[in-house]
C-alpha cells in the first residue's frame, strides 16, 4: 500500500519537473541566460580579507584622506598594533593641543565656570527684578499727583474749547450782524473782521490798564496828602 502511493508520487513529481523544463527551456536557451550563468565564473578579490587593510601612502592610486592623521587614528583604533601605526605619532601638536583646549574652554565650560555664569545670570535677574519694582513702586506713589494733573488739564482743554466755541459764536453774531448775513469763518473777510476786532480789543486793554494805574496813583497821591493834614 505504502509502495503504491509512493510511486505514484514519484511519478507526479517527475512530470512536473519535465513539464517546467519543457516549457521554460527554450526560453533560457533562446536568450543565452542558462549559458551565461553557467559559465560565469566570479574573479578572486585580491584584498587578504584576512589581515587588516593598510593603505599603501606612497601610491597615488590611494585617496587622500586614507593619508590623514584622522584615517590613522582610525585605523589604530580598529586594528590596533596590527595596523602598523606608532601610537606616538597620533597625539595632537602643540598648536592643535591649544586650539582644543581654547575650544572645549568656549563650548565646554568647567562646572565651576558653569556655576559662576549662572550665579552672574542670577544676580542680573535679581537687579533687574528689583529696579523694575522700585520703578513701579516710585510711579505709583507719583499716581495721585498724576491723576489730578490730567484732570486739570483736562477740564482746562474743556474750558478752553467752550471758551473758543463761545468767542466763535459771537463773533459770526457780529459778523452777521454786521455784514447783514451769515459768513463763513473760513473767509478772508471774515478774517480781517476778526484782526480788527483783535486790535479794537488791544486798545481797549490798554486803556483800562492806564486808567488803572492813574486811579492807583491817585490814590496814593491823596493819601500821602491827607497824611501831614491829620497829624
Known amino acids: 500500500m505504502a509502495a503504491s502511493v509512493l510511486s505514484k508520487r514519484t511519478a507526479l513529481l517527475v512530470d512536473a519537473i519535465s513539464f ?43 585617496p587622500v584622506w586614507q593619508k590623514t592623521a ?61 529696579a523694575r519694582e522700585k520703578l513701579i513702586a516710585a510711579n505709583m506713589a507719583k499716581m495721585p499727583q498724576m491723576v489730578a494733573t490730567w484732570r486739570r488739564e483736562k477740564r482746562e482743554a474743556r474750558v478752553k474749547q467752550k471758551d473758543e466755541k463761545a468767542k466763535r459764536d459771537r463773533l459770526l453774531a457780529e459778523a452777521r450782524e454786521r455784514f447783514g448775513y ?4 473760513r473767509s478772508p473777510k471774515f478774517q480781517d473782521m476778526i484782526k480788527e476786532i483783535e486790535k479794537e480789543e488791544k486798545k481797549k486793554k490798554k486803556l483800562l490798564k492806564r ?10 497821591e491823596g493819601a500821602t496828602a491827607s497824611g501831614p493834614a491829620d497829624s
Not at 516549457?23 to 533562446?30: E, L, N
Not at 451769515?182 to 469763518?185: G, L, R, V, Y
Request: charged residues 30%.
Open 70 to 130: 584622522k584615517y590613522d587614528r582610525k585605523l589604530f583604533g580598529r586594528y590596533g598594533a596590527a595596523s602598523g601605526i606608532d601610537p606616538a605619532k597620533l597625539w595632537p601638536s602643540h598648536s592643535q593641543l591649544d586650539e582644543i583646549i581654547t575650544e572645549e574652554k568656549e563650548w565646554q565650560p568647567s562646572l565651576e565656570q558653569m556655576v559662576q555664569n549662572i550665579t552672574i545670570k542670577d544676580k542680573e535677574l535679581a537687579d533687574k527684578r528689583r
Open 211 to 220: 486808567r488803572k494805574r492813574e486811579e492807583e496813583g491817585g490814590q496814593a
Open 20 to 62: 517546467s523544463l519543457n516549457t521554460f527551456a527554450p526560453r533560457i536557451s533562446s536568450c543565452g541566460v542558462l549559458q551565461q550563468i553557467v559559465s560565469y565564473h566570479a574573479k578572486l578579490s585580491k584584498v587578504n580579507v584576512k589581515e587588516p587593510y593598510i593603505p599603501d601612502k606612497q601610491s597615488e592610486r590611494t
Open 182 to 185: 451769515a459768513m463763513d469763518p
